[in-house]
């Protein structure tokens, strides 16, 4: 099989950079030769840690979420935006799109909510040669006591003006950094297109509480016996952010807008289901800050041979694919039924999916101990009492050994928004056949 | 104890080193938490083992050990002794699934070492029930009868010919498996039970049975087996010659340096004291330390595993050899054997020869208590609640199955307890120990 030739250039809302691969505004990018030596390593674009007036951090800043043995698996921060003139951020900006001058530098900016103070910053950006402007609406702790970061991203009207206000001046792309401390993330993405935004980037961190020391009742980070809320990342956050960049991606009113994907990303497969529910680019912090730069080298190599794999030349190709997959409950087939199915030569008698539905599901599993097979004891699905939640088989340790299989026959579909449409009466509970009319 | 005795070098460096927290993690969370599982019914004392390795993961390992020593009261040496490969590892689900079990006897020894570590005692004697108990035999089984009915509410005494508890736990396991120390500790943990130990006590001749049959209201017999048994062959009783029991309880009892080891060493039987002879005897500096057996490979009576442990330590191994006749001039000096298929003889030098070759039944001994039957094997017959043909005694451990596994022993002293408290209390008993 001939290779073909990909090409993994991407354009977020003006913003090209030689990869989708970003690290996001935190620690990693912390100053010029940090982001200088990310661009070695082989990253496509770098948003600068957030630029305004240079704050005074705490210490102790950072704690994680182990879970099972596995090191962080969130990361929590209280870290606020760069500790370091404006003046220095801006000329070593300058310096690295001199020395990189096909990569993206994003300048995260943040300063307080008025029109001048605004203005000042984004000229200051655009004689930097920075490619784009990351406005930062995001910040959850520390920047949104001082009505900046999250404080702006959580109304939409400010959201609005102040892009509206950047807008009025930047010479460069401007994407906005929302924040997903929002009860639901479309009015402020709404509000940041209806601002001029050029695109979308989320999801800044969430609000959280690490965790309690139960030996010093101390709540992590622990500062001088006190503790605050700090932003929460790292791979735990995900799912939420897969769920808000699709949302998005889906709405009316923002689907065309490029989005900057953020939260969890780790491996390549993350970047890839960020760029199917609708990323053009993603941007990474907690897994470079877990195992640095060098993790940029299989986020290019396994993309590029999974698009190779896929018959794909570049990842734009991917954008979006998956989002018109994600729709409301209300659309679903009720009339779709999957069943469970055991395959026992792969089953290895652990009976985790015979506690888990007995306990946690619909008492659809008997063990019936099987005399061809030395007595032991194997799962058997009563179809009767099976509704097809997945559950055994998300549970079973072992490979390919429950699948869940369609047996509705395919029938016609029906919704709960066709039921209601209609004036269908249907019975309530659940079923393993088709929806009974009443 | 402040630090569990272990030897980290030497001969008697241990086979399962304890496991650092970090490994113990992994390995913990690695388990998939069977429901009914495999490993647990595994276990002759049926230890929880999903929910004891699941408390390790958390972090509650005072927790953990209450699991293990709940249903074995040696939780601490069956986790050093017991042979993990044929019973919890050999069920474990991920044999199959990552073709390699959960460390299951290194996991429960982080959580006994734990608490035994920190002198953290988890059981309390019961609210005395005014009677008493003699047990015959400070070892497995006498030990987990004494223990389960010191938690009822029984005062019990345990009578030992030894001068220390813990039977074979302490005077006949490869060193590098147990430490002589450890096991004594653990038996010792009992007193916290109030169960009083006459060691250095023969019953029947220090103790009359009748003074026992008079002063305690039921008897549990836990004497194991006997000594290994006789070759039967000319030039058995050279000096040279020792049984494997012996020579094990002799690295059991001193110093590595001042046990005796030959240069060219024959052991003589292929189970598992056997590979613990030939083994120790290698670590101990024998030039050469072989296995001498009459039949094949394919019927050791060892486990597989046993027998690499063996291998891996180089040892040599002879089979179809038949012992015929020991030669030598004032001490053991060459073994003949003959293969008993093709009669072919083969003449081995040595300068030590250790019989391995079974421990013989205590017949003798055990005929000494009245109506108390045996079988034609000289094993003592127990009814389902572990009761002799005669109502006052129970018996449990080696000297009724003939010998098994210490966790087997302390599984069958534990069911005795049960059957002496369903005798004494009248009622069915409802155990406070699970």
Redesign the interface.
């Known amino acids: 099989m001939k290779n073909s030739v990909i090409d993994l250039t991407t354009n977020t809302g003006g913003i090209i950079s030689p990869n989708p691969f970003w690290l996001a505004s935190a620690p990693p990018t912390n100053m010029g030769s940090m982001v200088e030596r990310a661009f070695e390593a082989g990253w496509g674009g770098a948003v600068w840690k957030t630029i305004g007036q240079p704050i005074v951090n705490v210490s102790s800043r950072l704690a994680t979420l182990d879970y099972?043995?596995s090191k962080m698996i969130g990361l929590n921060n209280i870290e606020l935006i760069t500790d370091r003139p404006i003046e220095t951020n801006f000329k070593e900006i300058e310096k690295c799109k001199k020395r990189f001058p096909t990569h993206a530098v994003i300048a995260s900016l943040m300063v307080e909510s008025k029109r001048d103070a605004w203005h000042e910053i984004v000229k200051r950006t655009n004689d930097s040669g920075a490619d784009g402007i990351e406005l930062n609406f995001g910040c959850p702790h520390g920047m949104s006591e001082r009505g900046m970061g999250s404080a702006m991203g959580q109304v939409p009207e400010y959201t609005c003006m102040v892009t509206e206000w950047v807008k009025e001046v930047a010479k460069v792309p401007v994407l906005v950094k929302l924040t997903p401390n929002v009860g639901s993330i479309l009015p402020p993405g709404r509000a940041a297109v209806k601002g001029g935004a050029d695109g979308l980037s989320l999801i800044n961190t969430i609000n959280s509480v690490m965790g309690v020391d139960v030996d010093t009742f101390m709540p992590y980070p622990m500062v001088n016996g006190m503790a605050a809320h700090g932003g929460y990342c790292g791979p735990a956050v995900k799912p939420i952010a897969l769920n808000m960049v699709g949302e998005l991606a889906r709405d009316k009113e923002t689907k065309h807008i490029p989005i900057s994907g953020i939260g969890g990303v780790e491996t390549w497969r993350d970047a890839v289901e960020f760029m199917l529910l609708g990323s053009t680019s993603v941007q990474v912090c907690t897994a470079v800050m877990h195992y640095g730069y060098r993790i940029v080298e299989d986020l290019i190599d396994g993309l590029t041979n999974y698009l190779r794999e896929k018959g794909m030349t570049s990842p734009k190709q991917l954008v979006g694919k998956s989002a018109a997959a994600v729709t409301d409950w209300g659309n679903l087939d009720m009339n779709y039924k999957v069943l469970a199915r055991v395959d026992k030569d792969k089953c290895?008698?652990?009976?985790?999916c015979?506690?888990a539905c007995d306990d946690g599901a619909h008492q659809a599993i008997k063990?019936v101990p099987d005399q061809a097979r030395g007595g032991k004891?194997y799962p058997e699905i009563v179809d009767e009492e099976c509704v097809g939640c997945n559950l055994c088989s998300l549970v079973c340790?072992?490979p390919g050994c429950i699948s869940m299989v369609r047996m509705d026959g395919e029938t016609q579909k029906l919704s709960w928004r066709e039921v209601q449409e209609k004036g269908i009466a249907i019975k309530p509970g659940h079923a393993n056949k088709n929806i009974e009319r009443a | 104890m402040a630090k569990l005795p272990v030897l980290t070098d030497g001969p008697f460096k241990e086979l399962h080193p304890a496991m650092t927290m970090p490994e113990a993690?992994?390995e913990a969370?690695r388990c998939?938490?069977?429901?009914?599982?495999?490993c647990t019914r595994a276990c002759p004392t049926h230890i929880d083992v999903p929910a004891f390795i699941k408390k390790i993961?958390s972090g509650n390992l005072v927790g953990s050990a209450r699991v293990i020593f709940e249903s074995n009261i040696l939780g601490g040496s069956c986790a050093r002794v017991c042979p993990v490969e044929a019973l919890c590892e050999g069920a474990c689900?991920h044999n199959?699934?990552q073709h390699s079990p959960i460390e299951i006897g290194r996991l429960q020894r982080v959580a006994t070492d734990h608490v035994m570590e920190r002198d953290i005692q988890l059981f309390e004697a019961g609210k005395a029930t005014g009677k008493k108990v003699a047990i015959i035999g400070g070892g497995p089984a006498g030990l987990g009868c004494a223990a389960e009915l010191a938690i009822l509410g029984y005062s019990v005494t345990v009578f030992d010919d030894r001068a220390q508890p813990g039977g074979l736990n302490t005077y006949a396991m490869a060193q590098y498996k147990i430490n002589t120390d450890f096991a004594i500790a653990e038996a010792k943990l009992l007193e916290q039970l109030g169960v009083h130990f006459k060691q250095n006590t023969h019953v029947g001749k220090d103790v009359p049975l009748a003074e026992l049959e008079k002063d305690f209201d039921a008897i549990f017999i836990g004497v194991g087996l006997g000594a290994t048994q006789k070759l039967g062959i000319p030039g058995e009783d050279l000096p040279g010659v020792v049984d494997a029991l012996t020579f094990i309880e002799e690295l059991k009892t001193k110093k590595p340096a001042d046990v005796k080891v030959g240069k060219r060493v024959l052991v003589i039987g292929a189970g598992n004291t056997a590979i613990d002879a030939v083994t120790q005897a290698k670590r101990l500096g024998a030039e050469r330390s072989a296995i001498v057996y009459r039949k094949g490979e394919d019927d050791m009576p060892a486990y597989d595993y046993e027998y690499e442990i063996g291998k891996s330590m180089g040892c040599d191994f002879y089979f179809h050899a038949s012992p015929v006749r020991i030669e030598g001039n004032g001490k053991a000096e060459k073994l003949v054997c003959k293969n008993a298929q093709t009669g072919a003889e083969l003449t081995l030098e040595c300068d030590m020869v250790i019989k391995a070759i079974g421990q013989a039944k205590r017949a003798e001994f055990l005929k000494g208590f009245p109506q108390v039957a045996l079988d034609d094997k000289g094993r003592v017959v127990v009814n389902a609640e572990f009761q002799t043909s005669n109502p006052k005694y129970f018996a449990g451990g080696d000297c009724v199955n003939g010998g098994k596994e210490a966790v087997d022993a302390v599984a069958g002293g534990k069911a005795a307890a049960r059957g002496i408290h369903k005798k004494l209390n009248g009622a069915a008993a409802n155990s406070k120990v699970a």
């Open positions: 099972r043995g290895i008698n652990c009976n985790l015979f506690v063990l004891a340790p072992s | 993690l992994r969370n998939l938490y069977c429901y009914d599982a495999p993961a689900v199959s699934l």
